[in-house]
């Protein structure tokens, strides 16, 4: 038997490994990579050879990291079925279109600029029907239920702990007359989240999967974090700017919409008005008002008092991007939460544009902010940042609030894995940047003697031997990548052509060549602009 790491090997994003053995294949989660150009590069190759021979999907949880490349692998022939939570399958409802809208923009831009420069067109990733397509094969299935999803196979989902509907996934697979379980940690959850459940104990693993996303870090508790972002929104209200809240749309938001509520409600913060400015937020609000089996006691026992935390008279929803514009154009003295979480997408990017250079403003990320976004140059200082082709100066005060954060850090990834019975598991570090998996790993192999390592992008172990190989991607990718470096030199070389032309053109008085070669000046100059960003 053996298992193949086709993401979320050495970083955050991409989750995505595969169980197979002469009679089986099956995958576990199928995550889109995010952040640095040659990771989202990652995305346009086809690392499954044959998605149409994978037997079943199980998915941990909706965030894109994880499901994003469901409906791609779909469009490529996998036919199978997806078991997943019920709460799942009701965020992938809205997420898988939500990401596929995006993919088709992006390619509609791409196209724009490719059919001036003469450069052939590119496809989305997925459309919206590819997506809607996709959903056709989720299977929800409880928490806690034993399902048979081969004749020599059983898994069963437990709570995560980490968002609505979110699962690690226990498999036991029948060989040479034993069983061993294998255990998919998926992204574990820290305790005493404002909603949902803790995460159920681990048990017991013979080879056990597990995040690293801040297995080098610590969090603040949550009594200090709140007590902070009291303050930092005191101290911003006071400024009379806009606070801008970048914020995942499932879960995070729903914590912020919660801790905003009780800060009101006891009067420790001022009445201001607070905007909800993402329609795949919107929605993911309302799928959590109606999963309330996913909450934790004290969630249940607020809703039955009649209050709503996730509601309160100063909570107003902007569905419509006009909306959006105007909310960031006209109103001050507000609270605007936005997505896309790191800032790499979606309406968050236009209300930096309109807020970074203003001294009055706020930001504050609660999120996790991957290698390569905007919103981890914000993060590391950067002093000015490019959106939309405009160099913006960064006046805004940035604030980073680690405690709202819906992954355990090391102590309570420790903690988690404590609970484990098998002091002879053999565990897999995944999930994690290259420097927190091997630290994480480390750790493991010092504190319990286990023994740990953080496989590579594309590694293939026999889980018998201990051997690995490597799938044809894992090591001959980078020639299939034109390196940045070159991309930036021809594109470089392109503009001072064009503007050799240019200025022929504007001696010779030619005005229709002018015209054209100004915009595709401006065309070029917008495509390095973009490529730099990514840096």
Not at 56 to 67: E, G, K, N, V
Not at 514 to 530: C, F, G, P, T, V
Request: negative net charge.
């Amino acid at each position: 038997m053996k298992i193949e790491f086709v993401g979320g090997a050495r970083t955050v994003t991409g989750s995505s490994y595969i169980i197979k053995d002469e009679d089986f294949t099956i995958m576990v989660d199928c995550g889109m990579f995010q952040g640095r150009q040659e990771l989202q590069q990652r995305n346009q190759l086809h690392l499954i050879y044959a998605p149409s021979k994978i037997d079943c999907m199980l998915l941990t949880h909706a965030h894109i990291d994880h499901s994003g490349l469901i409906p791609k692998l779909v469009k490529s022939g996998f036919f199978g079925n997806i078991y997943t939570t019920k709460a799942t399958v009701d965020l992938c409802n809205i997420m898988l279109p939500d990401s596929a809208h995006i993919q088709e923009l992006d390619a509609k831009q791409i196209n724009k600029r490719n059919k001036k420069l003469g450069r052939p067109e590119v496809e989305p990733l997925y459309t919206v029907d590819d997506a809607m397509k996709s959903l056709e094969n989720f299977v929800p299935v409880n928490y806690g239920e034993i399902i048979q999803i081969h004749p020599r196979v059983e898994v069963r989902f437990r709570d995560a702990g980490h968002i609505l509907g979110s699962a690690f996934i226990e498999m036991w697979v029948a060989e040479k007359g034993k069983k061993t379980k294998i255990v998919f940690s998926g992204d574990v959850g820290t305790r005493d989240q404002s909603i949902i459940k803790d995460p159920e104990p681990l048990d017991e693993a013979d080879i056990l999967l597990v995040e690293s996303t801040y297995g080098n870090r610590l969090h603040k508790n949550k009594t200090d974090t709140y007590e902070e972002f009291k303050k930092i929104l005191l101290e911003s209200i006071n400024k009379n700017g806009n606070i801008i809240i970048p914020a995942f749309a499932v879960e995070r938001t729903q914590e912020i919409i919660y801790t905003l509520n009780n800060l009101f409600k006891n009067k420790e913060i001022p009445m201001i008005p607070v905007y909800i400015d993402s329609p795949l937020a919107i929605s993911a609000t309302e799928i959590f008002r109606s999963n309330h089996q996913c909450f934790d006691e004290d969630m249940q026992k607020l809703l039955m008092s009649g209050d709503n935390p996730l509601d309160f008279p100063n909570l107003n929803f902007t569905k419509t991007a006009d909306e959006s514009k105007l909310l960031s154009q006209e109103k001050k003295g507000c609270i605007i939460i936005s997505a896309s979480g790191m800032c790499n997408a979606g309406r968050i990017k236009f209300h930096l544009q309109n807020n970074l250079y203003k001294s009055e403003s706020s930001i504050i990320f609660v999120g996790y902010q991957a290698e390569g976004t905007l919103g981890r140059r914000l993060v590391d200082g950067a002093k000015q940042v490019r959106i939309y082709g405009e160099d913006i100066a960064v006046n805004a005060t940035i604030h980073t609030l680690g405690g709202f954060s819906a992954h355990a850090d090391e102590n309570g990834l420790h903690n988690w894995i404590k609970t484990n019975k098998n002091p002879k598991t053999k565990i897999f570090v995944v999930h994690g940047e290259e420097q927190s998996a091997e630290h994480f790993a480390r750790h493991l192999i010092k504190e319990f003697g286990y023994s740990a390592y953080a496989p590579h992008w594309g590694e293939i172990i026999d889980l018998d031997t201990m051997h690995s190989e490597y799938a044809s991607y894992g090591q001959a990718v980078e020639d299939r990548f034109v390196p940045v470096d070159k991309q930036i030199e021809s594109l470089t070389s392109t503009i001072n052509i064009l503007m050799e032309k240019y200025s022929k053109a504007k001696k010779e008085n030619r005005l229709s060549s002018i015209k054209r070669l100004q915009d595709d000046i401006n065309d070029a100059k917008e495509m390095l602009s973009m490529i730099i960003d990514e840096l």
